[in-house]
C-alpha cells in the first residue's frame, strides 16, 4: 500500500481524551478513531492487526479440533428467561444492551452466547456418538460497560474470540479445558504477549476451574498474586493464602471500655494499645436476591484484613435457597440512605458487635428479619479479642467466641489475600503482585446452562442427560491494545512483528528525487511480491516527518532509500532496537525475510 493513496492521519499531540499509552498511541498513529464512548471505528491498519490476531486464534483453536460457526448477535430475551439471565443481565449487572422489534418482542444484544450456543446443542446434538463437540466464532459482542475505558481494553463493542463445548462427561470437558490452556498459551506466545495464566473465580457457578490469562502490564485492571517459585498464580478476586499469625492478645478480663473517636481500626489499635490482630471487625452488608428478597449480613473478620466481596457474593449465592433465591442481584455496603430504609434506630457504625440486635431491621415484606451472621476463618480461633459494643463511642476487649459471642454457624474463607502473605502451597514462598489485562478466560461450566435449557444427549446407556459444557473466550480487540501496551517507546509502537499491520515500510526522503523512487518502487513490488508486507512511504512531505511517522505506526523494518543508493545500498533499521545498517539492494528481500520468519518462528510453540 502506498501512504499518499491511504487513509493516513498522525496526530502530533496526545489526544486527552486518552489515559494510557497504549490508547494514546493507537489513536495518536491512525490506527482507530473514537466514535462515542466506548465506541471505535477500527480503521485500515487496526483492521490488519486484528485480522492478524483472528488468524492466529483460528488456527490455534482449528488446531485442537474446534469448528468455526457464527451465532446471531440479536438474541431473543426467551432464551436468556430459559436461562434465568435476562433479569441479572438487563437490571442487576445492567450489562446487555436489551431492545424491543416493532412487534414488541424482546430482544438483546449479545454480550455472550451461552444461551444461544446450548439452543443449537438441544436442537443438534442427540447421541452420546456426536461428542465431544466444540464450537466457536469471532464476532463482535456488545455490553453496556458501567465505565467504558482505555479504549479497545474496555469498550461497549469489541470482537471477541468465543467457543463452547459439549461433553458427555467431565473427563472429557477436563481434556477439552487442557486443550484450550495450551491453545491459549500458544495464542498467546505467537502474538509476542507475556502472560500468566492465573486461577480466577469462576462465579457462582462453581465449576471445577476456570483460568484466566493475563498479559502482564501496569495499566491493567486487574491484580494477580503469584509466587516465584511459579507453583502459584491467581486473580486476588480467588487468591488464597495464609495470612499473618495474630499476635496474643494483651487483654486478661472481659470489659467494656469508653473508646472515644475510635470508629476505624486503626484509631482503635492506637488507643487500645492493641495489635489490629486481636480485633473482630463487624461489616455490614446488604444483598439483594433475584426473588427480591433482601438479607442483611454482618461478616465478622480479623480487623487486621479485608472482605473479598467476589468470594462474599460467591458465598450468599451458595447461601440463595436458604431465601428461595438462586441467584445474588446485588450485594452492596449500605450507605446512610439505605440504612435509613430498614434502620429502626441509629447504627452504632464503627462500633458494631457480631451479636448487633435483630431489632435494628424494620419489619418489611422483602426484607429478612433477621441478620445474616457470616465469620472469616481469621476471626474463628482468636481469643480475648477487642471488638464493638453496639454503642458508639464503647468497645469491649477480653472478649471469647462461645462465653460473650456466639460463633456464626457459617464460618468462611471470605478474605482478601494480600502480596506478602505466605503461600499455601509452600508458606517459605511469599506472594508478590502484579498488574494484569484479562485477555482470555477459560471455564468449566458444568451443566448449568444445559439444565435449564433441556439440552440432553441419549448416553451409551440410554439415559438422556444434560451435556456437560465448558466455554473459552479472548478479547481480540483488547488483545491488540494489551500488545502496544506492552510494546512501545517514546516514539510509538513496537508491533511485534506477528501481529503488525506490515512487515515493513520503504521510505522515499526525497520523491522528486528519481533514482530514490525508482529504487524504492523496485523494492516495494519485490517485497511485496516475496510476501513481506510492505508500505511505500511517497507522499510529499519531509524526511523528518516521514521518519517520525514510521516510528509512530511501530512498523518492524524501515527501509530507507537515502545517500548510500549510489553504491547499490539503502539503509534498514529495526524499529525494536534502532539497529540500522547499510545493506546491499538485492538482499534486502531475502534478508527481511529471514527477520520475520525467524520473529514469528521464535514465538511459536
Ligand atoms: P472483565 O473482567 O475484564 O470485564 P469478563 O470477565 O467480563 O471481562 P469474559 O466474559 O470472560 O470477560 O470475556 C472474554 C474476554 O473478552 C475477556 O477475557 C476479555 O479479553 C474480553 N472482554 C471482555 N469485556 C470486554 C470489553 N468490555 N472490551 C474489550 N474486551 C473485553
Ligand atoms: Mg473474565
Known amino acids: 500500500m502506498r501512504l499518499s493513496q491511504m487513509l493516513f492521519v498522525t496526530l502530533r499531540e496526545d489526544p486527552a481524551e486518552a489515559e494510557i499509552p497504549s490508547h494514546k498511541l493507537l489513536l495518536r498513529a491512525g490506527y482507530m478513531r473514537r466514535i462515542s464512548s466506548g465506541l471505535y471505528a477500527y480503521l485500515p491498519l487496526l483492521l490488519r492487526v486484528l485480522n492478524k490476531i483472528s488468524t492466529i486464534v483460528r488456527e490455534e483453536m482449528n488446531a485442537t479440533g474446534a469448528q468455526e460457526c457464527l451465532l446471531p448477535q440479536l438474541q431473543p430475551a426467551s432464551l436468556w428467561q430459559e436461562s434465568g439471565r435476562w433479569d441479572t443481565y438487563t437490571k442487576a449487572e445492567g450489562i446487555m444492551f436489551a431492545l424491543g422489534d416493532r412487534r414488541g418482542q424482546e430482544l438483546a444484544l449479545g454480550p455472550t452466547h451461552e444461551e444461544v450456543i446450548t439452543a443449537v446443542a438441544r436442537d443438534t446434538i442427540r447421541s452420546y456418538k456426536q461428542l465431544p463437540l466444540h464450537l466457536y466464532q469471532i464476532q463482535t459482542k456488545f455490553r453496556d460497560e458501567i465505565r467504558p475505558r482505555f479504549g479497545l481494553m474496555r469498550g461497549r463493542e469489541f470482537i471477541m474470540k468465543d467457543g463452547y463445548s459439549f461433553h458427555a462427561d467431565t473427563d472429557s470437558l ?81 470489659e467494656k471500655r469508653e473508646t472515644p473517636n475510635t470508629a476505624t481500626i486503626a484509631a482503635m489499635v492506637d488507643f487500645l494499645g492493641c495489635s489490629a490482630t486481636q480485633i473482630v471487625k463487624d461489616v455490614l452488608y446488604q444483598v439483594s436476591y433475584d426473588n427480591g428478597r433482601q438479607v442483611l449480613v454482618i461478616v465478622s473478620i480479623r480487623g487486621d484484613q479485608d472482605v473479598n466481596e467476589t468470594k462474599l457474593q460467591n458465598s450468599l449465592t451458595n447461601l440463595a435457597s436458604d431465601y428461595e433465591a438462586s441467584t445474588v442481584l446485588a450485594l452492596e455496603v449500605p450507605d446512610a440512605e439505605a440504612q435509613a430504609k430498614w434502620a429502626t434506630k441509629p447504627l452504632p457504625l464503627g462500633y458494631i458487635a457480631p451479636d448487633l440486635g435483630d431489632d435494628y431491621i424494620a419489619a418489611s415484606k422483602d426484607l429478612e428479619p433477621k441478620f445474616l451472621r457470616l465469620v472469616d476463618k481469621t476471626a474463628v480461633d482468636l481469643k480475648n479479642f477487642a471488638t464493638g459494643s453496639n454503642e458508639s463511642g464503647f468497645h469491649v476487649v477480653g472478649a471469647n467466641w462461645g462465653e460473650q459471642f456466639e460463633l456464626p454457624k457459617q464460618v468462611l474463607d471470605v478474605r482478601t489475600a494480600i502480596a506478602g502473605d505466605r503461600a499455601i502451597h509452600d508458606p517459605n514462598q511469599l506472594l508478590k503482585t502484579a498488574r494484569g489485562i484479562e485477555i482470555g478466560h477459560i471455564f468449566q461450566l458444568g451443566h448449568k446452562y444445559s439444565t435449564a435449557l433441556g439440552a440432553t444427549y441419549t448416553s451409551e446407556q440410554g439415559q438422556e442427560v444434560p451435556l456437560e459444557m465448558g466455554c473459552y473466550g479472548v478479547g481480540v480487540s483488547r488483545l491488540a491494545q494489551a500488545a502496544v501496551e506492552q510494546s512501545y517507546d517514546q516514539n510509538g509502537i513496537i508491533w511485534p512483528v506477528a501481529i503488525a499491520p506490515y512487515h515493513a515500510i520503504v521510505v522515499v526522503p526525497n520523491i522528486s528525487d528519481a533514482a530514490q523512487m525508482a529504487a524504492a518502487e523496485k523494492l516495494y513490488g519485490e517485497l511485496n511480491a516475496a510476501g513481506v508486507e510492505t508500505l511505500l512511504d511517497d507522499r510529499k512531505e519531509r524526511a523528518g516527518v516521514k521518519f517520525k511517522d514510521a516510528e509512530l505506526i511501530g512498523i518492524p523494518f524501515r527501509i530507507v532509500t537515502g545517500r548510500s543508493l549510489k553504491d547499490g545500498k539503502v539503509e534498514v533499521v529495526k524499529r525494536a532496537t534502532g539497529e540500522a545498517e547499510e545493506m546491499a539492494i538485492d538482499t534486502v528481500v531475502a534478508t527481511l525475510n529471514n527477520w520475520i520468519e525467524a520473529a514469528v518462528t521464535s514465538t511459536a510453540s
Do not use: C, H, W
Open 174 to 254: 477436563k481434556q477439552t479445558y487442557d486443550d484450550m490452556y495450551q491453545a491459549y498459551s500458544n495464542i498467546l506466545r505467537r502474538t509476542g504477549l507475556e502472560f500468566r495464566a492465573v486461577d480466577a473465580d469462576s462465579g457462582a457457578i462453581g465449576g471445577s476451574g476456570s483460568t484466566e490469562f493475563m498479559v502482564l502490564a501496569e495499566a491493567g485492571e486487574d491484580e494477580v498474586l503469584y509466587t516465584e517459585d511459579g507453583q502459584y498464580a491467581a486473580n486476588v478476586e480467588k487468591a488464597v493464602s495464609l495470612p499473618s499469625d495474630a499476635e496474643p492478645s494483651p487483654f486478661t478480663a472481659y
